[in-house]
Structure formats: C-alpha cells, structure tokens
C-alpha cells in the first residue's frame, strides 16, 4: 500500500483509490484468496468507483538552484537524512560552488534533460547529475563518467524503472578506454572491493541518483526484499586486452576498443571462482562453465519466456592470468562465450520445475516454446526431461570481462535480472580541454 500510495504521486494522480489484497496470494490456497479479494477487495473497488475520492494538492520540489538548507556539516547530513536525500553515510553537501565546479566539466547546458524516469518522473538533467556527484564524493572531473551514466539510466532499454524489484538487483558499472588509468580508477587486485575512491564514489553515485531522481526509496517504491549494497565500478584491464587481442567489453557494447565508455547492468548475485586450475581451455573450462551455470536458477525464467525470451546476460569475470593462459592457446573472447553456451547449462526438468511450480512463471514446456518459435532448437533436442539446455538464447549473450588481481587464479561470476535492467552502454564525452585539465 506504501509503494502504490508513493508510485501514485510520481504518475500524477496522489488520490488514486487503491484496493488491497491482504497477505500475499502466491502463500494462499484458492479458498483463503477467494475469502479475502471477496470480503475486502472487491468491497474497495466497489467503493474506489462509487466515491469521488478527496482532492490531494501535490507539495512542490525544491527547484534546482534553490537553497534549501544552511548550517553545519552534521546539520546539513541530519537534514538530508530526514528527507530521504540520503543512504544514511555522510553526505559531502552539495554547494552551488561544489555544483558549479563539476558542472565546469562537461559543455552540457547544466538544464538539458537526459530523460524522464521513473517512479518520481523527475527529469534526469545535468544539474541533478552534478548535485549527486558532489554528494557522493566524487571529484569534479569524474564528472563525464557521470553523465554518460545518467544517459544509461535514462535509456528506456536499460529498464531503470524496474530498480525497485523484490530481487533486490543491484546495478554493475563496467568502466572501460583510456579514462580508467587518467582519473586512477582501480582495474587490478581489489576489484569490485571499496577503497577506491573513483570506483567507489561512482559506484555511490548510482545509488544516489537512484534515490534522489528516480525516486526508488526503501520501504516506499524500492521494494527489495534483501537488498543489495551499491556495486563500485568494475573497470577492465585494458593492457590484458590488448595483450590477448581480446576486444573490450565497450566494443562488445557497439563501441570501439579503446573508447571510453560505460555499461550497465542490473545483476541479481554474484559468486566468487577460486582456485581456477590448468593450463590449457580443457582444464579450465569445465569449472568455469559449471560455476556460471550454478549462479544462474530463477534466472532462467528471462531465457526461457517465464517472464520475457533470451534477456538474460549472465557475466563472467576472469583475471588477467586467466585470460591469458586461455588465449595463448589460441581461443578468443567468442571461443569462451561459445563454450559457455554448450557446456554452461541445466537440466530441462529443472527449468520448468522453476517455471512451472517454483517459481510459478509457466511455460507449460520448452518444447511447446520451441514449437512456438520463441526458442531455438537447443533447447528441446530430445524429450529426456533430464537432458542439458543452455541458460540463454544465444552464444553472445554471456558477458566476458577481464579484471582483477594479475597474479590470481580466480574468476567472479554474475546472474542477471534479464529485461529488468538490460545492459546498456554509453560512451564518455570528454571537455576539449581534458588533457590540459588533468595536468593541471
């Protein structure tokens, strides 16, 4: 009801009647769910439509350059945090100085809009980005990262609006181009750990930005059940890539290698590899592809049409010695990703033990959705409910990175939340005067 009342006001109408379904349906047998939407629900949507509900004003926002606070440093955090501007950590507060500073980095008019995004439909503008940056403790020049951040959330392909799922999904930044070793982002041992500062305040950004534009508040419309904490950026070792020839996750994205770039996507858990051993693909593969596989479960329903058809974009993180031991023995980035999809799979029967009673997103069978045209023919080779079907639709739908302690054999792998934040890429527009900044 606090998440209808909340979404109600970011579409516009905070009066709309609203009729509850008590307790959650998918624990209530057919009579207690019968007894329940006939003697509540149906009553309130019975009275929602006879009824003139009361007329609610909506409270104004702050406008962008308003000064809606002064006082001290614990002053201001006490005040940020009362109105859910904040995740709870210090805040740095947002002066117009601080502003215009970040501002000072990008040729984007500070009042350009990006998008409008949901639930709040508040207006992704470069003078919001600038605000949360400073706030997240960014410095002024991560500030072209951030941008080209806010034009992913605000891309309707990445399905930002989606942020506030019961998965409790959380959104992995994958950094790539020259601009990792210019504003010193960490791309070795410690990836993906905080300490960073770039890595880190970026990462916090996001969830910022989340919270103070698109509106995902917890207990309110960010309904995840166990949350996750914010990811910091994972940037890609670059000179590993270009040592195996490998192309960089940008240039998988439509960009070119050595662009700067980020991409986003919305990963559901994550599972660390260790102890990767052998010398060749044939020693290594085998561990690798079962680990990806175990990390994927109700995952599938995104692959398989329980929710939507082949979405789903499990990653696979390597480190250098990984990467290289495999392409020294010739195979590329599309060899790994082509192995993945034979040998990275799962049972039928466990897949529609998901879809069909689990996780209840019925497809009735994957032969009736091969039969359907909705899947390839891998995945109904045989009527053997325990034969082997790949996790997703396409051999180039699993993401392969390369980051990571040099000097370890260890990999990280991630399960994805499918449409519910499709990966999306946008490319890092720098000032013209970028070098001579960065000197300075």
């Known amino acids: 009801m606090g998440q209808a009342a909340a979404t109600s006001v970011g579409l516009g109408m905070p009066n709309l009647p609203v009729a509850m379904i008590p307790g959650h349906p998918g624990v209530q047998s057919p009579e207690e769910l019968r007894a329940n939407v006939v003697a509540v ?11 003139q509900p009361d007329v609610q004003e909506l409270e104004d926002e702050p406008r962008a350059r308003d000064i809606v606070f002064r006082g001290t440093f614990e002053e201001v955090n006490d005040y940020f945090f009362e109105r859910e501007w904040s995740d709870g950590l210090p805040v740095v507060p947002p002066t117009l100085e601080k502003i215009n500073e970040f ?3 990008t040729s984007r008019d500070p009042d350009e809009v990006l998008g409008v ?21 960014c410095k002024p020049e991560y500030m072209p990262v951030l941008v080209a951040l806010a034009e992913a959330m605000a891309d309707p392909g990445y399905g930002v609006e989606h942020s506030g799922n019961t998965p409790g999904a959380e959104t992995l930044i994958v950094l790539n181009g020259p601009i990792i070793k210019e504003l010193k982002f960490n791309y070795q041992q410690g990836a993906l750990r905080d300490g960073f500062k770039p890595n880190t305040a970026v990462g916090r950004f996001w969830r910022l930005a989340l919270r103070n534009i698109a509106g995902f508040l917890p207990h309110k419309t960010d309904k995840g059940s166990f949350g996750n904490t914010f990811r910091v950026v994972l940037a890609e070792n670059e000179d590993v890539l270009a040592k195996v020839g490998w192309p960089s996750n940008a240039a998988d994205m439509g960009f070119e290698t050595g662009d ?6 919305r990963m559901t858990s994550g599972n660390v590899i260790v102890s990767v051993t052998g010398a060749t693909p044939e020693a290594i593969m085998p561990y690798l592809a079962d680990a990806v596989a175990s990390c994927t479960r109700w995952e599938i329903i995104f692959t398989v049409g329980g929710i939507t058809y082949g979405t789903l974009r499990p990653a696979l993180v390597l480190t250098p010695i990984l990467a290289q031991t495999l392409a020294k023995a010739g195979w590329s980035k599309d060899d790994v990703k082509k192995y993945l999809y034979k040998h990275a799979r799962m049972t039928a029967r466990r897949v529609e033990t998901y879809t069909e009673k689990w996780a209840d997103f019925p497809i009735i069978s994957l032969r009736h959705q091969v039969n359907l045209g909705k899947l390839p023919p891998d995945f109904a080779e045989s009527d053997d409910p325990d034969r082997l079907v790949p996790i997703v639709a396409h051999w180039d739908d ?3 990175l390369v980051s990571g302690d040099p000097l370890r054999t260890n990999a990280y792998t991630f399960a994805h939340n499918g449409y519910l934040g499709f990966p999306t890429a946008k490319k890092i527009v720098l000032p013209d005067d970028w070098a001579e900044r960065l000197k300075g």
Do not use: K
Request: glycine fraction near 4%; aromatic fraction near 6%.
């Open 41 to 51: 629900t149906a009553r309130q949507v019975m009275e929602n439509l006879l009824n």
């Open 103 to 105: 501002l000072s980095y």
């Open 117 to 137: 995004v949901l639930p709040a439909s508040r207006a992704v503008t470069i003078w919001a980005v600038a605000v949360n940056g400073v706030m997240a403790g």
């Open 260 to 265: 700067n770039a980020v991409t986003i996507s």
């Open 398 to 400: 699993f993401m392969v």
